[in-house]
């Protein structure tokens, strides 16, 4: 992604916790980005949102920090450090809402060139109780989202 990100991350050491601060017209706000495992070993969801005070990620709050583009360069970073961590493993989001879903659904169309030259990208399809995992296709509304890190 050819965006702005902000610089000072902390990482944990196992590469599972990002943490930064968002800063703009509303403040300065923390923002985490967590890696957890599903109960799939090899597939890992991806958590992103405000710190809160007991450590756990707000997702549902909208800050309109007016730094939007940047914070999304920050995440895609922090998904290429956690898959250089972990090659092996697929990365799944989605959004807490339509909009996030068709948010994160745009900057993956916007940013398509670039990603696919290092990751495989697939649109998660959601039925009654099954979700299927199929190429992503540009303008197709997915339930979410999944990358895994091609052979480096």
Not at 12 to 32: A, C, H, N, R
């Amino acid at each position: 992604m050819n965006y702005e990100k902000y610089e000072h991350i902390i990482a944990s050491p196992d590469k599972l916790e990002f943490q930064f601060i968002s800063e703009g017209p509303k403040g300065k706000i923390t923002k985490v980005i967590q890696f957890t495992q599903t109960l799939h070993e090899e597939i890992y969801n991806l958590a992103f949102g405000n710190l809160k005070s007991d450590g756990c990620v707000d997702d549902e709050t909208t800050n309109d920090n007016g730094d939007r583009n940047k914070i999304l360069a920050t995440v895609a970073g922090a998904v290429y450090e956690f898959s250089s961590h972990y090659p092996d493993k697929f990365v799944f989001f989605c959004g807490t809402t339509p909009q996030r879903t068709r948010l994160y659904r745009m900057a993956l169309t916007i940013n398509m060139e670039a990603l696919k030259n290092d990751f495989r990208i697939y649109g998660v399809l959601r039925g009654i109780d099954t979700f299927e995992r199929v190429a992503f296709h540009k303008g197709v509304d997915y339930f979410g989202f999944m990358v895994k890190r091609k052979k480096m």
